[in-house]
């Protein structure tokens, strides 16, 4: 009992910290960066303390912005979120920047310090550069990137941008939880449309071409081929249809024009829809997490992976057919289920 009550004085403490003036420009940015630590923790040993966290937060009451962005490793997606970031700010709006490292999959933990440069922006008094493991062997992506998108919002920032990196499931994940997804891609990579999986095709609602001063006649070539994918992939949107725009961090070209992209996404006549949007995605990344949690705890059970076991070795050894396998395995656990 003691140990609960202490978490509960931590989380009030950063609560009132977190959310103390409401505004990004008087925020203790030592608390933000505590509580964004808390929930990002391991959802096994620390589930009662980051719950108890999130509960405490109050519900989002202005309209904030959640906007993914990725692309292939070097395409330019730091440099770019500084570039909008900057544009976002000089509108007036404050930003939080959260970059989803997948390497912390293999690694145990975040490399990203070092990789996540954005000094300008860093140093901006509405914005907030944050680099964050994912974990995706403890919990999800989507419930932590969730957590922190939520944690940001309390501390009164407008949009919340995160950082994914390659093609892969983190980054799947990452558009159940953001309103807006951008797909960059460099022009003469392999990286371009050509090569890109359609599923990722499908989320994106911006198609961003980087690097533009590199290779200005190849830049051109992949905008008119995202022109022509846009028309051809159906947004998962219904108020919006994908969109295409050439840009170069470097020379600041195209910056205005994505800037304007982004703001029409989240006109206030399309914004019922993307808190709608919300709903569902909630739904769904819950279901997900929830499945693979009945899941693993089924498999802690000893009777369920011999069971397995034996339907694997007869799928072997008798060339049962899978579907086989799979009636007589149902039949099986409908047996025990009680
Ligand atoms: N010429 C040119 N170089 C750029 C531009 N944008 C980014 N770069 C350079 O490309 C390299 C990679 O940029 P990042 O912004 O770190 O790319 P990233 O996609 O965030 O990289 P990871 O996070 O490692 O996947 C850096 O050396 C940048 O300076 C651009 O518009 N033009
Ligand atoms: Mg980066």
Known sequence: MASE???DN???????????????????????????????QNMDTHGDEVAEL????????????????????????????????MSLLASGKSVAVLAVDP?????????????????????????FVRPTASKLHHGGTAASTHNAIRVC??????????????VGQGETEVSEVVDMFLLLLLPNSGDDVQG??????EVADVFVVTKSDLDPIAANVALA??????????????????????????????????????????????????????????????????????????????????MISEMLLSMKTEKIDPSVAVHKFSKWLSTIKQ
Request: hydrophobic share 40%.
């Open 225 to 306: 081929q995202c022109k022509s994918a846009a028309r051809l992939f159906m947004s998962d949107k219904l108020f919006w249809t994908q969109r295409a725009v050439s840009t170069s961090a470097l020379s600041k070209t195209g910056i205005d024009e994505l800037t304007s992209h982004v703001a029409d996404f989240f006109s206030d006549e399309n914004y019922k829809q993307i808190a709608t949007n919300r709903d569902s995605q909630n739904v769904i990344w819950f279901n997900r997490e929830v499945s693979t949690q009945i899941v693993q705890n089924a498999m802690k059970n000893a009777d369920v992976s011999s």
């Open 153 to 166: 919002e309390a501390a009164g920032f407008d949009v919340i941008i995160v950082e994914t990196v390659g």
């Open 5 to 7: 009550s202490n978490s």
């Open 54 to 85: 999130m509960a405490a937060l109050p519900p989002t009451t202005k309209p904030t912005w959640r906007i993914g962005v990725t692309g292939a490793p070097g395409v330019g997606k730091s440099t770019l979120i500084e570039e909008l970031g």
């Open 10 to 40: 931590i989380v009030n403490q950063l609560v009132g910290e977190v959310l103390g003036s409401g505004r990004p420009e008087g925020l203790d940015r030592r608390a933000l960066a505590k509580a964004l630590t808390m929930v990002e």
């Open 103 to 127: 390497s912390s999959k293999k690694s145990g933990g975040s490399i990203l310090g070092d990789k996540v440069r954005m000094p300008v922006m860093s140093l901006h008094p509405n914005a």
């Open 196 to 201: 890109i999986k359609r599923g990722i095709m």
